[in-house]
């Protein structure tokens, strides 16, 4: 640090502190650009050339130029230190006593050779990033292109500090490999650094990962055509060959085990710092339970163990759930943000749709979960990693399903998880509870429960903050907790008023204009954006700076993801404020909040579901419900159901204050919302609702509302085989439909003629429909997944294989661009049927697994089961007996959902499958209970395959009389057979028999 405390980073985004405290730079990106050339230049400039370097086009260029001076000056000089030297021609710096990352990594590496270890680790770490990476001059050619050739220097400074510590560790492999590895990400296809990784992690004993790098170099070779040296070839052949190496116990770095300000809690830091130790040094994951009552020093104790870590090496992902949060994922999104990785491919790729609101691709959430399994897999293997989430009392379902995942899946790797929460109110988070349970069986979970300070350590306490303080009666009065010893001994009383009113009495200690915004604050949660709060709080952006200045030092509040993010210190001080606010008052607070929201991107899921929660508190029910539709359907595509219902229910709440017809059309955009989260516990009283919500519908001339309604009725009656009421609402919603507008009606009717397929209903007027609604979907450019796939299952009953795949294809792609993983499903599903029919069974597995992926993650129903019915058919199939029980198994499961339908297909085709094993009697039963289900949904197709295969059954048996029945009833009662699969089953059971040709 410098002589007067200034400190400028380059390396990464911009910033400037002094003193250690972040100073907050001009948003202005040509005035930060200014800054980072003046600095990197390191000598003045003159104005001429500033203004023709970044402001050529600007009407007063040199007024420019002095107003960005004047933003740097307002940051940079003080009374005692001016920093910006200007004159009449020349602008410059005065960097004597400030320290620049950029500028002492670049003077030390000039000689590297001089540099020690320990220095060369600090330089290497220092420049892991990119040269004022926060500057964007698209409109600064010239200056780009000064930046651009700086960024490369300082690249090839950071590769320069890398290699030579992979040279220094050449004795010790462990050390040398994160280095080998930073090398490698910087150019993959530089084949003397994958060489060499490949020789140490094959010195290391770390053959699987050595061949992973191998096969990595292979396809970025691959992938731009270029020819190889043939290095990495030879590195992997003497890994292989080589003698396993006798690898030694990991050696865990040395760390300090005292935090300065953590008092008596001795045991538990190192409890803590031990789990690491045991981590790192085994390789093997373990999970830690902390809890205890409110301030009683959780979350300090947390941030030490995290300090110690960093000390070491050691990765850390922290987040924090929140009281007030509506977001799905939200501790999740706030660690991952930290990292800096993350701006790298394939991370900022798979990651995007949790933290950029993108929706995921075809791996649905299984896609999602295993981008975050692979980054703290990388972490992990740079030399371990802390994954910390603070207050999981209050997180969402999806976040500790994320946990348990996570855990389980890299319980192999140098992992700790580290969960800390309130005891008393774990019993009433299921999910949370669930996650804990299957972790005990899983891995070691160590629980450790913090309890109050002892007299001696109270003192110790709060001492130091006030020396003459009564310890014995604060110790009294605080039972022992840390929190409201503290602010006990801040106020300098002892009357037992409670932490609210010692909280109060210190707020009385700010100025009124922090004390403002720190009510501001409060509003927006015990967490926010900053740029949210500069954003709501009057006052301007400088009023905003200095107020958050002052309540950061009274340590009211605390930086959360390097400054982007601001928390309450304490969950009571956020409690306190905002409970003192009068109800009137919040309420006009939160609708400021929500104006604000509203003129944002709606888009981002973020910005919905905190529009939500400030709307509703504003009593303005109509953007709330609207956001609560927004909010909801993300949760959807992100396979947080628990989320997606509560949002639903929410805005339900929200929408009975509105009137007809934004109403009417909250509510069924909601109901449908909840119904796709959730099955309903009461059918009828459901369908009554969806009935009386499309009548409204259709009354206030919402047809595309009034379609939806009807449309959701529809797949709730057929899930439940009501099939008659599902084809009369399916026909209702294509009436409908077509007083929408194209797009919907395209919709409407494409949704129909599925539904008249599936129930082998009036297949020419399905054929009709499935046509109009393509000539409607290109009329409007985009069709949604529905039509595609009619139109591929019409292909499928023809006969016409090809055209039925590509169309499934379309439509599974559709359904991935929208989100809809319904739809998404039955694509898939249709695909695999294909398969199976036409003798696939490879394809078939492998669009299985898909679709078991899929399955999983959407609501309860009949859909897992099916999925792996249907990967247990294709494996069947393939040639495995081994999969007849699991077929079998998910049989009983469909027959317990009630899903006759797929209980029919699946019973009639392992019949077939046990007919082949010389299972004569139990492909009867199976075949007898298809034909059942068959004749009970009038499905022609399926009472033809059902009685092929009896037919074929009573011909192993030898019985005349049974082949003889099943003759009269396939051939001469005139069973219609409009599929081409049906129709070529009985084909070739009648040449077998000799029976007349069909």
């Known amino acids: 640090m410098g002589l007067h405390g200034l400190e400028i980073r380059l390396i990464g985004d911009t910033s400037v502190a002094r003193d250690g405290e972040s100073l907050a730079l001009p948003p202005s990106q040509k005035t930060r650009a200014l800054l980072a050339y003046l600095v990197l230049t390191r000598r003045a400039q003159t104005r001429e050339h500033l203004c023709d370097l970044l402001w050529h086009q600007a009407d007063d260029p040199r007024g420019a130029l002095r107003w960005s001076l004047s933003r740097l000056r307002a940051t940079l000089d003080t009374k005692e230190r001016t920093w910006v030297v200007a004159n009449r021609r020349d602008v410059g710096l005065d960097l004597d006593g400030a320290h620049v990352d950029a500028l002492a990594a670049r003077d030390a590496l000039a000689e590297p050779e001089s540099l020690s270890t320990e220095e060369l680790e600090t330089h290497a770490e220092a420049l892991d990033g990119e040269l004022v990476a926060d500057l964007v001059l698209d409109e600064q050619p010239e200056l780009g292109l000064w930046l651009a050739a700086e960024r490369e220097r300082f690249r090839g400074l950071a590769l320069l500090a890398r290699r030579t510590l992979v040279d220094r560790y050449a004795d010790h492999p462990e050390a040398a490999i994160p280095h080998a590895r930073a090398l490698v990400r910087a150019d993959p296809l530089d084949e003397e650094a994958r060489a060499r990784l490949i020789r140490l992690l094959g010195a290391t004993g770390r053959l699987d990962e050595a061949e992973a790098q191998m096969q990595a170099a292979r396809a970025a070779r691959r992938e731009i055509g270029a020819q190889s040296t043939g290095e990495v070839g030879r590195a992997w052949k003497d890994v292989r060959t080589a003698p396993a190496p006798r690898v030694a116990p990991r050696k865990v770095a040395p760390g300090r085990r005292d935090v300065a300000g953590l008092v008596g809690r001795g045991p538990e830091l190192a409890w803590l710092i031990e789990s690491m130790e045991a981590v790192l040094g085994s390789g093997h994951g373990r999970v830690l339970l902390m809890t205890g009552e409110p301030g009683v020093g959780k979350s300090r104790l947390l941030n030490a163990l995290l300090e110690n870590a960093r000390s070491r090496g050691v990765a850390v992902l922290h987040g924090r759930a929140h009281e007030v949060e509506l977001r799905a994922y939200g501790p999740w999104v706030d660690a991952l943000r930290q990292q800096p990785v993350l701006g790298e491919r394939p991370w900022s790729e798979r990651l995007a749709p949790l933290l950029g609101g993108v929706e995921p691709g075809a791996g649905g959430k299984e896609q999602l979960f295993a981008g975050v399994g692979e980054l703290v897999e990388h972490l992990a293997g740079e030399g371990g990693v802390v994954v910390a989430l603070d207050d999981v009392h209050w997180a969402d379902a999806a976040s500790t399903a994320l946990v348990h995942w996570m855990v389980r899946t890299l319980a192999h790797r140098p992992v700790l998880t580290v969960l800390v929460a309130r005891g008393g109110e774990l019993a009433a988070h299921e999910p949370l509870q669930r996650s804990l349970a299957g972790l005990r069986r899983d891995l070691p979970l160590d629980t450790r429960a913090l309890g109050p300070l002892d007299v001696e350590d109270t003192a110790a306490l709060v001492r130091a903050i006030d020396p003459e303080a009564n310890a014995g009666e604060i110790h009294r009065q605080s039972a022992g907790n840390p929190l409201l010893s503290l602010e006990l001994a801040r106020a300098r009383q002892t009357r037992g008023d409670g932490v609210s009113a010692v909280i109060r009495d210190r707020l009385l200690s700010i100025p009124e204009d922090a004390r403002d915004l720190l009510r501001w604050a409060a509003v927006l949660g015990s967490a926010f954006d900053v740029s949210r709060l500069g954003a709501v709080a009057p006052g301007g952006a400088d009023a905003v700076v200095n107020a958050l200045g002052t309540l950061q030092t009274h340590a009211l509040l605390v930086d959360e993801n390097d400054g982007r993010r601001v928390a309450f210190a304490h969950d009571l001080v956020w409690r306190t404020v905002y409970d003192d606010l009068a109800a009137g008052q919040r309420r006009l607070m939160h609708g400021r909040v929500a104006q604000v929201l509203g003129e944002g991107d709606l888009r981002d899921p973020e910005v919905a579901a905190e529009l939500a929660r400030h709307a509703e508190l504003a009593g303005d029910a109509s953007a709330a419900a609207r956001a609560c539709v927004l909010a909801g359907q993300h949760c959807l595509r992100v396979f947080a159901n628990t989320e997606a219902r509560a949002l639903a229910v929410r805005g339900l709440r929200c929408a009975a204050e509105l009137r007809d017809p934004e109403k009417v059309e909250r509510e069924i955009e909601l109901e449908t919302i909840a119904l796709a989260a959730e099955p309903p516990q009461d059918l009828d009283a459901t369908l009554a609702r969806l009935d009386d919500l499309g009548q409204r519908a259709i009354d206030f001339g919402s047809a595309a509302h009034a379609r939806n309604a009807y449309m959701t009725a529809s797949t709730l009656r057929y899930e439940r085989n009501q099939w008659v009421g599902a084809l009369r609402d399916s026909l209702r919603a294509e009436r409908i439909g077509r007083l929408a507008d194209p797009g919907a009606r395209s919709t409407a009717l494409g949704e129909t003629a599925r539904c008249l397929i599936l129930l082998e209903r009036d297949l020419p ?53 929208d989100g809809d993983r319904f739809f998404a499903y039955y694509a898939l599903e249709q695909h695999v049927m294909l398969c199976l029919h036409q003798g696939r069974p490879l394809e078939a597995e492998m669009l299985a697994l898909d679709l078991v992926r899929i399955g999983d993650r959407i609501r309860e129903g009949s859909e897992a089961a099916f999925a792996r019915v249907l990967l247990g058919l294709a494996r069947l199939a393939g040639g495995d007996a081994r999969a007849f029980p699991e077929v079998a198994e998910g049989i009983d499961a469909l027959e317990l959902a009630d899903a006759r339908s797929r209980v029919g297909y699946s019973q009639t085709r392992l019949a077939g499958h046990a007919l082949a094993m010389g299972r004569a009697e139990e492909a009867a039963v199976r075949a007898q209970a298809g034909l059942d289900a068959a004749l009970l949904l009038r499905r022609p197709s399926e009472e033809v395959f059902a009685r092929v295969q009896l037919a074929k059954v009573a011909m192993a048996r030898g019985d005349r009389d049974a082949v003889e029945a099943q003759r009269v009833s396939l051939l001469h009662n005139g069973l219609p057979v409009s599929c081409a699969w049906s129709r070529a089953d009985l084909l070739a059971l009648a040449q077998d028999l000799g029976w007349p040709t069909p």
Request: zero cysteines.
């Open 765 to 817: 007027q399905a054929d009709a429909m499935a046509r109009e609604a393509r000539a409607l979907a290109r009329t409007v450019g985009r069709a949604t997944a529905a039509v595609p796939l009619s139109l591929g299952m019409l292909a499928t009953w023809r006969g016409d294989a090809d055209e039925a795949t590509q169309l499934f294809e379309e439509s599974r792609r559709a359904a991935d661009r």
